[in-house]
């Protein structure tokens, strides 16, 4: 596990995280991390939350997102993400689910609210 909540990080998520597959949860919410999310993030083959919510992260939602089969929490509410969220997300078996509170980026909302709160 690695928390680093509320540290004011700034700059992008380094790329030496994405190489840590053992890792179960990562929490870098609530800093100024700001840059894209990398389809790199898939190889967070363990991962079971990954908490990125309140920070500066924009462009689209990863797909290889969906391929992280262990994930049971995915934050990432209050960034600046852009685009839809991969139809894969929604049809995951999250316990949360957080995107926007605004829902601009989820058109796939009707099919993420039955299941995951967005």
């Known amino acids: 596990e690695f928390h680093a909540q509320n540290n ?4 992008s998520i380094p790329k030496a995280l994405y190489g840590l597959s053992e890792l179960s949860w990562l929490d870098l919410s609530n800093n100024e991390l700001d840059g894209i999310l990398p389809p790199s993030i898939g190889l967070l083959s363990n991962a079971e939350g990954l908490l990125l919510d309140d920070n500066r992260l924009e462009g689209p939602i990863p797909v290889q997102l969906s391929l992280l089969t262990d994930l049971r ?7 600046v993400l852009t685009g839809s969220i991969p ?3 929604c049809n995951m078996s999250l316990s949360e689910l957080t995107f926007s509170e605004d829902c601009s980026v989820c058109p796939c909302c009707k099919s993420c609210l039955s299941n995951n709160t967005v």
């Open 8 to 11: 004011v990080l700034m700059g």
């Open 73 to 79: 929490v995915l934050t990432l509410a209050k960034n």
């Open 87 to 89: 139809d894969a997300l």
